[in-house]
């Protein structure tokens, strides 16, 4: 049985609070990605919230904040992780119970990496793993 250390993106992108959101917009434009861990900016490591394209437009831009606005103010604070030594199957079921596509990845509360559903889905035996979180995520998504 793989481990979501085995199919994770390890060492991502993330920020501090230091950061504004215009400094996280850039750093999603730049490692292509919409999912940005925030990290305590004492030890660089200690995950401490997220920031998703979705945050940005919403509670940032949306909402008429500038570029210069802290970091905190669009980031979510209750963040769903997994340890590295999760299943991938324990991944996937949390993904779909908690409706979210990106799983920050810990040992302890330091962030190790990122698994996706994509990750999931480029492991071709878990694409029915990833396959029925997304079905699941888009199935809650619509009754909302």
Avoid: W
């Avoid at 250390?5 to 992108?13: G, L, Q, R, S």
């Avoid at 434009?29 to 999912?35: A, C, E, L, V, Y």
């Avoid at 920031?51 to 606005?69: E, F, Q």
Wanted: avoid cysteine.
């Amino acid at each position: 049985m793989k481990t979501v250390k085995e199919v994770m993106t390890a060492h991502p992108v993330s920020v501090t609070l230091l950061d504004n959101i215009y400094e996280v917009a850039v750093a999603m434009r730049d490692s292509g990605t919409g999912f940005i861990p925030v990290v305590d900016s004492a030890d660089g490591a200690t995950l401490i919230g997220v920031i998703t394209d979705r945050d940005l437009v919403i509670r940032g831009y949306a909402a008429k904040h500038p570029g210069s606005t802290a970091v905190e103010t669009v980031m979510s604070r209750e963040v769903v992780s997994v340890q590295e030594s999760a299943s991938v199957e324990e991944a996937a079921e949390l993904m779909a119970s908690a409706q979210i596509r990106r799983l920050p990845v810990t040992q302890g509360k330091k962030l190790i990496g990122v698994v996706s559903l994509g990750d999931l889905a480029a492991k071709r035996m878990f694409a029915d793993e990833a396959a029925e979180a997304l079905h699941e995520i888009s199935q809650r998504q619509q009754l909302h």
